[in-house]
């Protein structure tokens, strides 16, 4: 196979290679049959022995695996990925254009090219997923009665907990333990799965009608207080992956952000770790 056509949430991706490429289980479910480049984002892999002088500058470094570079006519933005055991490069995110993008690995760490959570995390899709007005959550997100509940907060907080207790005690299915691509349709709220899930290793290729997005805090007894629009646009974003270098990116990441915010209940909830947070926050949406 040297094509793999992606459909994640409402964006569709394009991967192409000269080289066998194969799927990784954890995204067969999002594969899809699209060959329409001109409404899909298109990824052209490719495997080098070294990687190539880049004529470019300096932006940001983002952590210890990437850095974030732009080219010498600041048009087109470099993404340089670490291998975090040797310290030395790996893979290169190269914009051709707003839909053309080159993804390049070095051969040494990639004897084979499976598509996965990893090569994924080489893509940028935080930031095509905004062409359709969409972007990605750091949330728990689980459906219940055919709709979505969200737990969003800084991690360690304790978003798995809470979806692992309504999986527990409320029937409820998770999709993903880590992340959720939110979008506003119509006026309503749909959160849809992605691969990316975290240390959870649990994603599902499912959308639901958003209900409520929690944002935890630890406490010794439960009680949730429902928050103003402003202070949900605050809470939404600070938990929005968003490319902190790129002032353009964090403008359509607001108003999106805006959107949704205007368009969902949002609870902050205090809560232990046992199943009485559940009767009562499920109690709690039910007089929605």
Known sequence: MKNISLKIAKTYFNIMSEEEI????????????????DKAINYKLSVVEEFSPLSCRFVSCIDERMYVMKSEDDLHEYRIFFNLNT??????????DEKNIEIVLLRRYFKKIIINRDILSYFGMEKYFLNEKSIILHS?????????????????TG??????????????NIINGDRSVLTVEDGVVYAYGLPFCGTSQIDKNMCAKVKAVVYLQQGPKNNAIKISKKES??????????????????????????????NIDMYEYHCTKYEDAVVYLKDKLEVI
Request: proline content about 2%; aromatic content about 10%.
């Open 22 to 37: 194969s799927a990784g289980n954890e995204i067969k479910q999002y594969i899809c049959d699209f060959k329409d480049i």
């Open 87 to 96: 310290k030395e490069p790996c893979a290169l995110y190269k914009e051709i």
């Open 140 to 156: 728990s997100f689980i459906m219940h009665n055919g709709e979505a509940i969200l737990f969003t907060a800084p991690s360690g």
């Open 159 to 172: 978003k798995s907990t809470q979806a692992e207790l309504w999986r527990k005690y409320a029937h409820a």
């Open 233 to 262: 646009i605050k809470k939404i974003l600070s938990e929005t992956t968003k490319n902190l270098w790129n002032q353009e990116n964090i403008d359509k990441v607001v108003q999106v952000v805006e959107n949704i915010a205007q």
